[in-house]
């Protein structure tokens, strides 16, 4: 069954007395949403936030990967390594990593094979510029970044995968999508899905909105049928804020 999923993108934000006093709040915070909650701390802060919360109800996830399994990859961390200290859910194609560091469709189908060679789970993110979709060819940028990243995958893949839309225009820019542009555009994601998969596929799918996502907006933003959660950045940063969002389900 589709799952309602929050997840805070904490980005490169918080060292470890930080992160440490952010996962103490996490802990305190009380909850009778129905949403699987997951923060996605820095890698050097990854095992810290997997100690401290394995007990708990969150999900400690990484922000990015290496395709490969090792080697002369300097700076990088495999999917292995990750596993090998209980994480076992990965972001992948965060627009961030595709502007900063040249993260093309076809690296980023690679990341996702090894992702799921090893069992993990991949969130996987994409979404148009603000120049897209004033143009009106959002749903064709979105449409082939799905397709050229994915559509190798065999249906059954699916059940792995996560989907985050994330216009590129709204993240961290205090500019929301309105909840009818989330939807619509979730909409033409199942559809895509459907197309290619089936509906049995696309139904199971979970699909999360990210960009300016607040507690002051979640709640009618996650009240739309084909949106199933998010991906929170800033607001992530804040334990009470982001427990104010899974909160909206
Ligand atoms: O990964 C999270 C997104 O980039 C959203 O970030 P934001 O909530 O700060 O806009």
């Not at 109800?57 to 990015?64: F, R, S």
């Not at 895509?192 to 089936?198: C, E, F, R």
């Amino acid at each position: 069954m589709r799952k309602n999923i929050v997840a805070g993108n904490w980005k490169m934000n918080n060292d470890l007395a930080q992160t440490e006093s952010l996962l103490t709040a996490l802990k305190n915070q009380r909850t009778t949403s129905n949403a699987e909650v997951m923060v996605a701390p820095t890698y050097t802060n990854l095992f810290q936030a997997y100690q401290t919360l394995k007990m708990s109800n969150i999900e400690v996830v990484a922000q990015n990967m290496h395709f490969a399994e090792n080697g002369a990859y300097t700076g990088e961390i495999s999917a292995s390594m990750l596993k090998s200290i209980g994480i076992n859910t990965v972001i992948l194609g965060h627009s961030e990593r595709r502007e900063y560091f040249n993260e093309t469709d076809e690296l980023l189908a690679k990341k996702v094979d090894a992702a799921l060679a090893k069992g993990m789970r991949v969130i996987f993110c994409f979404g148009e510029e603000l120049a897209d979709r004033k143009s009106g060819n959002e749903e064709t940028i979105v449409g082939n970044q799905i397709k050229n990243a994915l559509f190798h995958l065999d249906a059954a893949a699916f059940q792995n995968i996560v989907l985050a839309y994330e216009p590129v225009w709204a993240i961290g820019t205090g500019e929301t999508a309105s909840p009818e542009q989330a939807q619509d555009m979730h909409a033409f994601i199942r559809k895509t899905l459907a197309d290619k998969y089936g509906n049995d596929v696309a139904d199971e799918v979970s699909i999360l909105y990210g960009g300016s996502v607040k507690p002051a907006n979640a709640e009618e933003i996650f009240s739309k049928p084909d949106v199933d959660g998010g991906l929170i950045g800033g607001a992530a940063l804040n334990a009470e804020d982001f427990f104010a969002i899974v909160n909206a389900f």
